[in-house]
């Protein structure tokens, strides 16, 4: 498939880029920039700021958070064999 022999081929041709569209810029990059500079300081603790540290008096021991079951009641049933 050879190109065929044109007089619009023997014209060097222009090269037209695509206009790009205009980068968006949003309205709102100046208050966004504030709101992060006042609250920089809050995220250097890694973790809410002023939060109460437990005692080491009161420390966690080994399933202290497992629910505790209520006492059982003990059930007597006849151990009577039913016959058919």
């Not at 920089?40 to 008096?57: D, E, F, H, Y």
């Amino acid at each position: 498939m050879a190109a065929q022999e044109s007089v619009y081929n023997l014209l060097p041709r222009l090269e037209e880029k695509p206009v790009k569209p205009p980068r968006y810029i949003s309205t709102f990059s100046s208050s966004v920039k504030l709101e992060r500079e006042r609250n920089k300081a809050q995220c250097k603790t890694m973790g809410p700021a002023k939060v109460a540290l437990p005692s080491p008096k009161n420390f966690l021991k080994k399933h202290s958070k497992e629910p505790t079951l209520p006492a059982s009641e003990c059930v007597h049933r006849s151990h009577e064999k039913l016959s058919y």
